[in-house]
């Protein structure tokens, strides 16, 4: 097994399903559609063709551009990720679903970015969105808790990330994603005891993979030793 911190961010979810079809908003378009599942295929240059098609003309065009954005935070363009993101969050309605679609935008260049200044600013500003949906909505969606988690880990708050990841692992127990995230907030807080209960039944089950095995180590070591670099 291998993760990232973004399994979490199914970023397909922002074009499909209920977040992108509701009352306050168009349904998506067959090329709408066509477009997240190249983004889901991570065929992101074929998904940028697609969302190009209807970013400033027809239904949608919103979260077409939120799909460009993503698509060029996945290739690592900075400029043009935050060119595109700038002219979503302008031309998004002033809805729930629209604040969720950007708030995974921006923790999605969080990290994408996180070696970068710009991956700490891109943090903070999906958290204020996120916390808009929270905000008027807890249950908007299920990933919304653990990608908030997230984006507070990415920001540096790693106790409010817990807290978060908690009660999202708490609601969707056994999720890998979310144990990754809070495995790695809990190291940075130097939690060894909370590492080793999360990773002891993959431990008991050798289903440990070489990142979690180097948690593990740390966590587990009688003498000091240096914190695992992020896996």
């Not at 559609?33 to 190249?38: F, H, I, P, R």
């Not at 790693?158 to 990754?180: F, S, T, W």
Request: with cysteine.
């Amino acid at each position: 097994m291998t993760f990232r911190m973004t399994t979490i961010l199914l970023c397909v979810l922002c074009f499909l399903g209920a977040c992108s079809t509701t009352a306050s908003e168009p349904p998506a378009s067959e090329i709408e559609v066509a477009a997240g599942k190249l983004l889901q295929a991570k065929e992101y240059r074929k998904a940028l063709q697609a969302f190009s098609k209807i970013a400033y003309d027809g239904p949608g065009s919103h979260r077409a551009l939120v799909g460009m954005a993503i698509c060029y935070a996945h290739l690592r363009d900075r400029d043009r990720f935050e060119a595109f993101a700038l002219e979503a969050a302008a031309q998004s309605p002033l809805v729930v679903s629209s604040y969720y679609r950007l708030g995974v935008m921006y923790v999605l260049a969080a990290e994408r970015f996180r070696r970068d200044l710009g991956g700490f600013r891109y943090a903070q500003i999906g958290i204020e969105y996120l916390r808009r949906v929270f905000a008027a909505q807890a249950d908007f969606h299920a990933d919304l808790i653990p990608t908030l988690g997230l984006g507070l880990h990415l920001s540096g708050d790693h106790k409010g990330a817990l807290i978060m990841l908690e009660e999202g692992l708490r609601q969707q127990p056994g999720r890998v994603d979310v144990i990754h995230t809070m495995l790695l907030a809990y190291r940075e807080l130097g939690n060894k005891e909370r590492v080793k209960e999360l990773l002891s039944p993959y431990k008991e089950r050798e289903e440990l993979p070489d990142s979690w095995a180097r948690l593990w180590a740390w966590a587990d070591a009688k003498k000091a030793v240096p914190s695992p670099g992020s896996p």
